[in-house]
């Protein structure tokens, strides 16, 4: 009967050493210089290609040949530990292949993943597009509109999107957009825009708190045409979804989510995933803190020697123990299909708050040091907040939650 185990197999202890030593080695050597000049690092993405941490085989053997679910978290981990913004930057192409891996056919997915990266000579991104000036948290109200041209069997996307990870800089770009707005989520399609599609252009780039290193930009479509094949799942499979949905439209609303919409159904899966990033923000600010502490003295003994500095580490590490114990499960349970509740909500919620305050906590105790860039700790807080904003907001994570634990539709 014992079956519960936490042990990582062989392989994945092989795997987060191999990984570390890339964030050790490669990544926080240069994680500073890239947070100021706030560029896209593309000569550590092409050391990740090199080494076959960035790419197509690894996505598929990290997602895929896995049955665990726990191969992405412990490497994620690993590599957000050593920076947010790189890290990022390196598996920011991962949302635009879960989003065809979960909207696509097979042959969709063998034709337009790989081009999401490239190769290791040549390395290109992947950018997941949802979000819009007036639709991040309220997915279900998108603006941009893919109207269907039966004549040609194009589609014809118009419309601006918001905060886009690698936006406009992308090979593929993977756009959400309403095919019938009336139906809001339900009404929605994810299309494929190729490479040099005409149309589809770069808006304005942002300037951000953290996460600098990471490209984060606009993207605007006009009277972009992409081939009906671009469709993810085709066009059956959305005209039925489509007509089930009108039938929907016309019965009184009952208790549930609105029904499984393309972005949300990508979000689901990829909550584990950003909550290990979280994990790994936090753990390099603990681990920071944790050695300051026992070399830092104050009234002549280590500051660790006080139990409200001990305390305080004593609850990091706690709680990065925890959270990871939420993300490990939630990544367990979405590879093996068996989602409850709302784990993979439970444990990105979890995680962005530990990152969030454990960040904070090791700016306390590194004290004036820790407010300054000469020390990692302030660029680790600045990072960490991003993990209670995107992929679902705190607020958004409790209302899957609250939804998932009650079946009611809490507003
Ligand atoms: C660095 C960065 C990278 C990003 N990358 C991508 C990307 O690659 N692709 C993509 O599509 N998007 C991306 N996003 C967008 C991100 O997912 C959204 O910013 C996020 O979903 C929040 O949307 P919003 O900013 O419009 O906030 P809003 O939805 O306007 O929310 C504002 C506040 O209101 C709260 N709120 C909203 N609705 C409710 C409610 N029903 N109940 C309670 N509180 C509520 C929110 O929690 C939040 O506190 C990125 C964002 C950032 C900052």
Redo the contacts with the bound molecule.
């Keep these: 009967m014992s079956q519960f185990s936490l042990a990582l197999s062989e392989d994945q202890e092989q795997l987060k050493d191999w990984v570390h030593q890339f964030a050790k080695d490669v990544v926080r050597p240069v994680a500073e210089e890239w947070d100021e000049r706030e560029e896209f690092p593309w000569p550590v993405v092409q050391e990740a290609a090199k080494i076959g941490l960035y790419g197509f085989d690894f996505m598929a053997q990290a997602m895929l040949g896995d049955e665990t679910g726990l191969t992405m978290p412990i490497a994620i981990e690993e590599l957000f530990w050593g920076d947010a913004g790189i890290g990022l930057s390196i598996m920011?192409s991962g949302?635009a292949a879960a989003g065809i891996a979960g909207n696509g056919t097979p042959e969709q997915l063998g034709e337009w993943v790989p081009q999401c990266y490239g190769t290791a000579d040549d390395v290109k991104l992947g950018?997941?597009?949802?979000?819009e000036p007036d639709?991040?948290?309220?997915v279900s109200s998108l603006r941009t509109r893919a109207v269907y041209d039966e004549a040609k069997d194009e589609w014809v996307l118009n419309g601006t999107?918001?905060?886009?990870?690698?936006?406009g800089i992308a090979n593929v770009h993977v756009v959400v957009a309403a095919v019938e707005p009336d139906l809001k989520g339900r009404g929605q399609a994810s299309f494929i825009v190729p490479p040099n599609t005409p149309g589809l252009s770069m808006g304005q780039k942002?300037k951000?708190h953290g996460?600098k290193a990471?490209h984060?930009s606009e993207v605007v479509l006009e009277d972009v045409r992409v081939p009906g094949s671009c469709l993810l799942g085709g066009k059956e499979k959305l005209d039925e979804k489509l007509a089930r949905a009108r039938e929907a439209l016309n019965k009184p609303k009952t208790t549930g989510t609105s029904g499984k919409q393309p972005?949300m159904a990508t979000f689901e899966a990829t909550r584990p995933a950003v909550g290990a990033q979280a994990i790994g923000v936090a753990r390099a600010a603990y681990e920071y803190s944790l050695q300051y502490a026992q070399e830092r003295e104050a009234f002549g003994k280590p500051i660790i020697k006080n139990q409200s500095i001990a305390f305080m580490l004593a609850d990091m590490c706690t709680e990065i123990d925890a959270a990871r114990l939420l993300v490990h499960r939630a990544a367990w349970l979405s590879r093996n299909g068996q989602y409850v509740n709302a784990e993979g909500s439970q444990s990105k919620l979890k995680a962005g708050r530990v990152a969030v305050w454990v960040t904070e906590r090791a700016i306390q105790i590194l004290g004036g040091y820790g407010y300054t860039r000469e020390y990692p700790v302030e660029r680790w807080h600045r990072d960490a907040k991003?993990f209670d904003?995107?992929?679902?907001?705190?607020?958004?994570q409790?209302?899957v939650i609250a939804r998932a634990i009650s079946g009611l539709r809490i507003?």
Excluded: H
């Excluded at 950018?127 to 979000?131: D, G, L, R």
């Excluded at 999107?161 to 936006?167: R, V």
């Design positions: 920011g949302l950018a997941f597009c949802v979000s639709a991040g948290s309220d999107k918001a905060w886009i990870t690698n936006g942002y951000k996460i990471s984060t972005a991003i904003i995107f992929e679902g907001t705190e607020q958004i409790q209302l507003e």
